[in-house]
């Protein structure tokens, strides 16, 4: 059971970067995905979720409007689209999935598969 993140990279405040997770070792039908990222001496923090099924979506406060998570779950994949980059965006981002079959939004903090990480770095 693997996440892989790529498309993380250094860019100017009011950039656009865009993240995808290839997930393999399961359906990813089945889990709902999180995108996550933890800066320097920070917490990790939950940026978006993605539901298994009917695509519904939450955003944490700091990226609403900027950011979209989406998912081909024929693909296996999943994307997060961030425009507008702030220099308080710089962190780690993570992909991740939990068991969770249904329409609702369930990211919590201890999900249950991670990936290793992809580096965002914003500044001028």
């Known amino acids: 059971l693997q996440l892989v993140e790529s498309g993380g990279g250094s860019v100017q405040p009011g950039g656009s970067l865009r993240l995808s997770c290839v997930v393999s070792g399961f359906a990813l039908e089945y889990y709902s995905i999180g995108w996550f990222r933890q800066a320097p001496g920070k917490e990790r923090e939950r940026v978006a979720c993605?539901?298994?099924?009917?695509?519904?979506?939450n955003y944490a406060d700091s990226v609403k409007g900027r950011f979209a998570v989406s998912r081909d779950n024929t693909r296996n994949m999943a994307w997060l689209q961030m425009n507008n980059l702030k220099p308080e965006d710089t962190a780690v981002y993570y992909c991740?999935?939990?068991?969770?079959?249904?329409?609702?939004?369930?990211?919590?903090?201890?999900?249950?598969?991670w990936g290793r990480g992809t580096q965002v770095s914003v500044s001028s």
């Open positions: 991740a999935a939990r068991s969770w079959y249904g329409t609702g939004v369930v990211c919590p903090a201890n999900m249950d598969y």
């Open positions: 993605i539901s298994s099924i009917g695509n519904n979506t």
